[in-house]
């Protein structure tokens, strides 16, 4: 067995689960509500010393009965030990779990793109938006099993969307807000990044009105 | 490897009690001048993702303070085409055109990784011969993606002369490149247990040719760019990150080394027999633009020298593996010989069944460590395919490494980070 999964086990008793080795690899599953704790302890440790984050990425299966999983793919640069945690969460309709963002920065983007990808909750997360999509993209999560490959909605309306897509969407409320200070956004939009709203694109029938 | 020692003359305020002009080391500890003030008004802008300084279809949205950059907000997601999904759809050897597609500047390395992801989670061993054309393979890549981050960086600082000088010795390797795979970009070049071809006669004297001339030309680029003022003046102290830092963000590959950690895939996780080749991890110190351009400098040279070595062992024989389940029958036994006939229809209608299990693998790619992370549950199709892209990990930190410098420095920065979009957005 390897070394770092004995010595979760003595530390954090049942909130580590099964240790598999696939292809020469180790990965251990660990209780999504104790991710945090378990991998600043991966982290910080003298003698775990996992240092570099490698990857973060999430998996879902086509059986059905099997939950999405979240991946963490560690690496010691001071022993060139790799360490793959995983997390399966309960939840099959809003997955969440806490973010790893205070521990490795570079979590903000891979947690992001999770996020993105299968929809899955980063809690604590700075800025938790989507990152390969754009932000008013309605159809879903592309990478669940039950996306189609050719996306939620018809070629058709996906053009639609595309050619009725306003300019505002373009800019998060965030960049905006930057802008506000030359005062010459209209002013249901400044109205609407009071509220904090961001990226929605107005309903063309609710301006008519 | 510092080559600090550079000061020039420009921008003299006087002269010392020797009577010497006092040297100023050019863009590093000079004060700017006072700012008028502008009343705290920040301003908006909006790069890309049409912009040739932006390599690629990234967009940038600038928060300004004058000419100093506030905040950096990316965007990214222009080229995304949804691999990750479509390689779930598709056999292991189909998924090589996906990944030619990803880093596009360095094909053979994409594909060779793949291979070796798949082979680690199918536990097949490669024959000799394949391992040295694999390694040759990534080699490749490595300096030709090299060359395009030394030539567009050039462009993007103001440099134009090597941009020419570093793309014509690229056309050479893709010439090599077309010769072996018929494709110039697209090359597809690896599959499961093997190769798609052998490299085609007279390929090795041509590279034993450019391994010869190619260190000329690092040195004239060399003798061009790293004693130049206004090179040094652009690049030293820009985008400055701590080793610590760098780890924190995860970065790898030239920009982790640049900052003085010396990890290396090649040498700390070694695959396709690196160990035995004779060559050495050029690291930084100061973790800055000029660092960065130093270690890729140098990673040419070493590159050269490990294909010299490649070529010097290479070992005759077959180039993929003889298990029939794995390898396609040659043509002319799968139009003559039943039971050839049925492997290949098999494979091709098919596919090669992976146990079920789960393998990640990484090589060290021209932008840092390239994994891949497959999933299988027995079937043809992998149930996940998860691509560590180097290229986006590193631009996460962009605006980390551009926060409080001028607008014209974040260009240096993020030519810097050597992203290529195809990757970055998959």
Same mark, same amino acid.
Request: aromatic share 8%.
């Given at each position: 067995?390897? @070394?770092?999964? *004995?010595?979760? +086990?003595?530390?954090?008793?049942?909130?580590?689960?099964?240790?598999?080795?696939?292809?020469?690899?180790?990965?251990? #599953?660990?209780?999504?509500?104790?991710?945090?704790?378990? /991998?600043?302890?991966?982290?910080?440790?003298?003698?775990?010393?996992?240092?570099?984050?490698?990857?973060?990425? *999430?998996?879902? #299966?086509?059986?059905?009965?099997?939950?999405?999983?979240?991946?963490?793919?560690?690496?010691?640069?001071?022993?060139?030990?790799?360490?793959?945690?995983?997390?399966?969460?309960?939840?099959?309709?809003?997955?969440?779990?806490?973010?790893?963002?205070?521990?490795?920065?570079?979590?903000?983007?891979?947690?992001?793109?999770?996020?993105? $990808?299968?929809?899955?909750?980063?809690?604590?997360?700075?800025?938790?938006?989507?990152?390969?999509?754009?932000?008013?993209?309605?159809?879903?999560?592309? /990478?669940?099993?039950?996306? @189609?490959?050719?996306?939620?909605?018809? +070629?058709?309306?996906?053009?639609?969307?595309?050619?009725?897509?306003?300019?505002?969407?373009?800019?998060?409320?965030?960049?905006?807000?930057?802008?506000?200070?030359?005062?010459?956004?209209?002013?249901? $939009?400044?109205?609407?990044?009071?509220?904090?709203?961001?990226?929605?694109?107005?309903?063309?029938?609710?301006?008519?009105? | 490897?510092?080559?600090?020692?550079?000061?020039?003359? /420009?921008?003299?305020? &006087?002269?010392?009690?020797?009577?010497?002009?006092?040297?100023?080391?050019?863009?590093? &500890?000079?004060?700017?001048?006072?700012?008028?003030?502008? =009343?705290?008004?920040? $301003?908006?802008?909006?790069? =890309?993702?049409?912009? @040739? *300084?932006?390599?690629?279809?990234?967009?940038?949205?600038?928060?300004?303070?004058?000419?100093?950059?506030?905040?950096?907000?990316?965007?990214?997601? #222009?080229?995304?085409?949804?691999?990750?999904?479509?390689?779930?759809?598709?056999?292991?050897?189909?998924?090589?055109?996906?990944?030619?597609?990803?880093?596009?500047?360095?094909?053979?390395?994409?594909?060779?990784?793949?291979?070796?992801?798949?082979?680690?989670?199918?536990?097949?061993?490669?024959?000799?011969?394949?391992?040295?054309?694999?390694?040759?393979?990534?080699? $490749?890549?490595?300096?030709?993606?090299?060359?395009?981050?030394?030539?567009?960086?050039?462009?993007?600082?103001?440099?134009?002369? !090597?941009?020419?000088?570093?793309?014509?010795?690229?056309?050479?390797?893709?010439?090599?490149?077309?010769?072996?795979? &018929?494709?110039?970009?697209?090359?597809?070049?690896?599959?499961? &247990?093997?190769?798609?071809a052998d490299i085609p006669d007279g390929f090795e004297t041509d590279l034993r040719e450019f391994c010869r001339t190619f260190p000329k030309t690092i040195d004239e680029v060399d003798k061009l760019l790293s004693n130049n003022g206004i090179w040094c003046?652009?690049?030293?102290?820009?985008?400055?990150?701590?080793? %610590?830092?760098?780890?924190?963000?995860?970065?790898?590959?030239?920009?982790? +080394?640049?900052?003085?950690?010396?990890?290396?895939?090649?040498?700390?996780? @070694?695959?396709?027999?690196?160990?035995? #080749?004779?060559?050495?991890?050029?690291?930084?110190?100061?973790?800055?633009?000029?660092?960065?351009?130093?270690?890729?400098?140098?990673?040419?040279?070493?590159?050269?020298?490990?294909?010299?070595?490649?070529?010097?062992?290479?070992?005759?024989?077959?180039?993929?593996?003889?298990? !029939?389940?794995?390898? /396609?029958?040659p043509k002319s036994a799968a139009m003559s010989d039943m039971e050839a006939m049925i492997f290949h229809f098999k494979q091709v209608m098919e596919g090669i069944p992976a146990p079920v299990g789960e393998a990640y693998f990484s090589l060290e790619g021209?932008?840092?460590?390239?994994?891949?992370?497959?999933?299988?549950?027995?079937?043809?199709?992998?149930?996940?395919?998860?691509?560590?892209?180097?290229?986006?990990?590193?631009?996460?930190?962009?605006? *980390?490494?551009?926060?409080?410098?001028?607008?014209? %420095?974040?260009?240096?920065?993020?030519?810097?980070?050597?992203?290529?979009? =195809?990757?970055?957005?998959?």
């Open positions: 067995m390897h @070394p770092s999964v *004995a010595a979760l +086990r003595s530390q954090f008793g049942d909130a580590v689960g099964q240790a598999h080795v696939s292809c020469g690899d180790t990965y251990v #599953y660990v209780d999504p509500a104790k991710n945090l704790d378990i /991998l600043r302890w991966l982290k910080e440790t003298a003698g775990q010393d996992y240092n570099y984050l490698v990857d973060v990425t *999430a998996v879902e #299966y086509r059986d059905v009965e099997r939950l999405l999983e979240v991946v963490y793919e560690l690496f010691s640069l001071k022993r060139n030990v790799p360490l793959r945690v995983k997390a399966v969460l309960e939840d099959r309709v809003n997955p969440e779990i806490d973010s790893i963002v205070p521990l490795w920065r570079s979590a903000d983007w891979l947690e992001r793109e999770v996020y993105d $990808m299968f929809g899955v909750t980063f809690r604590g997360h700075p800025d938790l938006r989507r990152i390969l999509m754009w932000e008013t993209y309605a159809e879903g999560y592309p /990478l669940r099993k039950d996306f @189609p490959l050719r996306g939620r909605f018809s +070629r058709s309306e996906q053009v639609r969307q595309a050619l009725n897509a306003n300019p505002e969407a373009h800019y998060s409320m965030e960049e905006l807000a930057i802008a506000e200070t030359n005062y010459d956004l209209p002013l249901d $939009m400044r109205d609407r990044l009071r509220r904090g709203e961001r990226g929605t694109v107005p309903d063309p029938e609710e301006k008519s009105r | 490897m510092s080559k600090r020692t550079v000061e020039v003359a /420009l921008g003299t305020t &006087g002269v010392d009690a020797h009577g010497n002009p006092v040297t100023v080391p050019l863009g590093v &500890g000079v004060d700017a001048p006072e700012e008028p003030d502008l =009343g705290g008004e920040h $301003m908006l802008i909006n790069i =890309g993702p049409q912009h @040739p *300084a932006t390599h690629g279809v990234l967009r940038l949205v600038v928060e300004l303070d004058g000419e100093v950059v506030v905040r950096v907000i990316p965007h990214i997601g #222009y080229l995304h085409s949804g691999f990750e999904k479509l390689g779930e759809y598709r056999y292991y050897n189909q998924i090589v055109t996906l990944t030619d597609r990803m880093d596009y500047l360095a094909p053979m390395s994409n594909n060779v990784c793949l291979a070796l992801a798949a082979e680690k989670l199918m536990d097949i061993e490669t024959t000799e011969r394949c391992k040295v054309l694999r390694v040759i393979a990534c080699e $490749m890549s490595r300096i030709i993606s090299h060359l395009v981050w030394l030539g567009t960086t050039g462009i993007d600082i103001g440099a134009f002369t !090597p941009f020419l000088w570093c793309f014509q010795e690229r056309e050479r390797i893709y010439n090599l490149q077309e010769a072996w795979t &018929g494709a110039r970009l697209t090359t597809s070049l690896t599959r499961v &247990g093997g190769l798609m003046g652009r690049t030293q102290g820009v985008g400055t990150f701590t080793a %610590d830092e760098a780890v924190d963000y995860s970065l790898s590959g030239p920009l982790l +080394r640049a900052s003085g950690v010396p990890y290396d895939v090649r040498k700390d996780r @070694p695959y396709l027999d690196y160990e035995t #080749y004779d060559f050495e991890i050029p690291v930084g110190e100061h973790g800055d633009v000029y660092d960065r351009y130093l270690v890729r400098l140098e990673e040419l040279r070493q590159s050269t020298k490990i294909l010299e070595q490649a070529l010097d062992r290479l070992p005759d024989g077959p180039i993929n593996i003889a298990d !029939p389940h794995v390898t /396609l029958p021209p932008k840092g460590e390239l994994g891949y992370y497959f999933v299988s549950d027995g079937t043809a199709k992998p149930v996940r395919w998860r691509v560590r892209p180097p290229a986006f990990i590193n631009l996460a930190a962009l605006p *980390a490494m551009c926060e409080g410098h001028l607008l014209s %420095d974040m260009i240096a920065i993020n030519a810097s980070i050597d992203i290529v979009m =195809g990757e970055v957005d998959r």
